[in-house]
């Protein structure tokens, strides 16, 4: 098994420099908070779609759940299944109602749909919760480096925040989607290459499933079975309709884009759910016993993937791999620092200290937000790395609690007319105080947590339609509200006065990406003869993205079209 070579951190340093390169670039498109928050409404759909993707998973893919995968076998790619089916619930139902409503964030339209105190509860409870979830992210991506590079855990978590921080500061959504889009360029052909060396190795899939132990293989052994994935599927599809995938949905030009954006999620979770994890399944094969390959770990299942590309990969690749995981780590953080950013400044202070806030001093106040739930997140993934808690078990927990408190209220709100205005609030408090309970103190598995939050919840929501009072206020918003999600999105006129920057966005990550591939053709220098053709590879299909996307144009707005 190799170690981490000087090529390899020269790989990290320049990727690092290239993703706060992009946040200074992405601020030209910040005009004011509107496109800070939600890009103006001109995120390209392919950009929105890729960034949704990219922000639905993490290095904790590579972690937590590619120890799932090194221990209990298949379950790990039908709970990404699981993941894609939820994509495509939002493809059928929510992707359009979230264009059409035309927000910039998700507790904007709470207080349209509910009222004042649901949106204030929301706003705080989601801000606090999602630290733990986001410093877990951290926490994975700060084992994976650590763990393969050698470096302090501690410092690795610290220096990976620092910079994820810095572009997100700078430049807004603009910045998240396109690193967003940047880094599953440089995952995909990354991941491809380690599904076709890991299956090499162990003999094709027909070798890898010979070698395998039979309770890998099948969900009938103690453990997760088919009821853990189906109320895994019915988690997340709360988490993955609202928070910073119905940012992805809203901040598109027209509903069409927003269903696409969709698709194409529910494509790639399927295609990954099978590449992902065959390297942990064929670690299993290589290395039984992880514990002896690195004692020093509180969870080494965790640390398959990683042994993975130390195993498999040439010198340079691996640098790729940690980057590949940097990747993965910053979509989701990112757009949950961004998330978080416009929550607080918009839902809480524009709301309760600056109602007559201009779009400059929103902005200020983003970035300032924006630096501070970093730091939080940080600190928070640091204390977690000390304590050597499981990535797995602390991401499931602060997931379920949250998904399913505030998912059922949120979303039913958006296909159910006739409630009162508190029902949102009292659904939310109904499924937290359970949700809490069941994590906290009787230590609920996922299936009991899916099995009476959510009933409980929902029954509570559509009881409260049995003491609606008549309150005339609430009636009028929520009937303005519904009006708009049955009103088509014009882009003609809605967005006449925003341009659209799609043909230069394509063409930049068109070099960017080509810029990636010619300096990875580099490595072929310092890789082996024999691995040499796993360099070319990575290159071949990084140049094919790169020239495919220089194809893409923009359509100009009848603003731009009158001005030329």
């Known amino acids: 098994m190799k170690t981490v070579t000087t090529v390899d951190y020269v790989v990290i340093v320049a990727y690092m420099a290239l993703m706060l390169a992009i946040g200074f670039y992405s601020a030209r498109f910040n005009r004011g908070a509107s496109d800070y928050f939600k890009g103006g409404n001109r995120i390209p759909w392919l950009v929105a779609g890729l960034s949704s993707f990219m922000s639905g998973f993490s290095a904790w893919t590579f972690t937590g759940a590619a120890g799932l995968a090194y221990q209990q076998g298949i379950v790990a790619i039908l709970l990404y299944i699981g993941n894609a089916a939820t994509f495509l619930l939002g493809y059928l139902v929510f992707a359009v109602r979230w264009r059409r409503a035309r927000i910039s964030t998700v507790m904007e339209y709470l207080v349209e749909r509910f009222d004042e105190r649901t949106r204030q509860a929301f706003s705080w409870t989601t801000v606090f919760f999602q630290l733990f979830t986001g410093a877990s992210m951290l926490y994975g991506l700060g084992l994976f480096v650590a763990s393969t590079s050698g470096l302090p855990l501690t410092w690795t978590i610290v220096g990976c925040g620092a910079v994820i921080l810095a572009y997100c500061v700078v430049g807004g959504l603009w910045a998240v989607v396109i690193t967003d889009f940047l880094q599953a360029v440089i995952l995909m052909p990354f991941t491809l290459v380690m599904f076709f060396a890991s299956l090499s190795r162990v003999g094709g899939l027909g070798g890898l499933l010979a070698a395998l132990p039979p309770e890998m293989k099948s969900l009938s052994h103690p453990g997760p079975g088919w009821i853990y994935v189906l109320s895994w599927t019915v988690m997340v599809s709360f988490g993955y309709n609202t928070a910073a995938m119905a940012q992805r949905y809203f901040s598109v030009d027209d509903e069409r884009s927003a269903k696409k954006a969709a698709l194409l999620c529910f494509a790639l979770f399927l295609l990954g759910a099978f590449i992902w994890f065959v390297p942990p399944l064929a670690m299993r094969v290589l290395y039984p016993d992880l514990r002896a390959v690195w004692p020093g770990l509180a969870n080494p299942h965790e640390a398959s993937y990683a042994v993975a590309a130390l195993t498999l990969l040439p010198t340079g690749l691996v640098g790729i791999m940690l980057a590949a995981m940097f990747s993965a780590t910053m979509s989701s953080l990112s757009g949950l620092f961004n998330m978080h950013s416009a929550v607080i400044s918009k839902d809480i202070y524009q709301t309760l200290f600056a109602r007559r806030a201009g779009e400059k001093e929103l902005m200020v106040v983003g970035w300032i937000a924006t ?23 602390v991401m499931l927990t602060f997931n379920t609690v949250m998904s399913l408190a505030y998912g059922p209220p949120a979303l039913l709100g958006l296909v159910v007319r006739r409630t009162p205005s508190w029902s949102g609030l009292a659904s939310f408090v109904v499924g937290l105080v359970l949700g809490c309970y069941g994590a906290f103190v009787a230590h609920w598995s996922l299936v009991q947590n899916v099995a009476i939050v959510i009933p409980a919840s929902v029954a509570v929501f559509f009881a409260s339609t049995l003491l609606a009072g008549v309150d005339a206020a609430h009636g009028a918003r929520r009937d303005a509200f519904f009006r708009r999600l049955d009103t088509p999105v014009d882009v003609a006129v809605e967005l006449r006065a925003s ?15 080509a810029g990636v591939g010619a300096a990875s053709l580099l490595l072929v220098a310092y890789a082996r003869p024999g691995e040499r053709s796993t360099v070319l590879v990575y290159v071949a299909i990084t140049l094919a993205i790169a020239a495919a996307l220089a194809l893409v144009r923009g359509t100009p707005s009848k603003a731009q079209g009158t001005a030329a």
């Open 371 to 393: 630096f501070g739930v970093g730091a939080a997140i940080t600190a928070i993934a640091a204390a977690m790395a000390a304590r050597g808690a499981s990535i797995f078990e």
């Open 499 to 513: 341009p659209d920057p799609t043909a230069a966005v394509f063409r930049f990550l068109a070099r960017l990406t």
